[in-house]
């Protein structure tokens, strides 16, 4: 193990000098700072973990080492519930890739959330989110089908959900209730993440709801790295039609 100190230096002047560069930029590799500042190959992984802890750099598998920057993802009663829109608000591009779609019977607190019969028929979304090319998040979102009868085509076609809602079901979509939480994700949430099982992640559960008849609209279930966004709640009461 490398004296702590030694790392602890090196992951200080590198913090320093990726201070100002923007999110993306490549950093040396393991091997550049052995060589650089004349230690083992364990003592610059164990810098650049250390520098990973603080979120301060990202590893993507085959790629390398980037600067990182995550991004504030604010939950409120006063904005739209759309994860596009609220990318595109704090400065990033997201995309979604759609990894099942299907018709369920909804049972249990879903069913419960959501305001219909155990049994009712509900779809049941998965998908996985980038945020300016890196993975983000996993997410799971109910939408009753007698809400939406076609999902699968639609979702294929146009990625924000929000946008779906607002224009083939004629609703204004808010949000109605939330909570965050810091949990360990089981092993088909890491494996979509692609971070260690036993690594905190956010889970954002949410409800939305109509602003005009209050009706139910969806409910979602959403995991996301935490070095990839900040989440922010605001209590700022509810949205006005």
Known sequence: MPSRNRYIEIAEVLAAEIADQPAGTRVASEHEIAARFGVSRSAARSALQELAGRYLVRRVRGAGTFVNRPLDYVLSQSRAPSMHQTIRDAGGELRTVVRDVRTVAVTG???????????????????QSYIDGLLN??????????????????????ESLD??????????PVRAWCRVSSVLPDRRVSEGLETEYNRPVWLVESLSRDAVTGRTVMCSSAWTRPDSTRIIVELDGPATP
Do not use: F, K
């Open 109 to 127: 607190v879903i069913a419960e959330r959501l305001e219909r019969e155990e049994g009712s028929a509900v779809h049941l979304l998965t998908r």
């Open 137 to 158: 998040g996993w997410s799971q979102e109910w939408i009753p089908v007698d809400m939406l009868p076609e999902l699968d085509a639609a979702v294929h076609a146009v």
């Open 163 to 172: 946008t779906i809602l607002r224009q083939m079901c004629g609703v204004a």
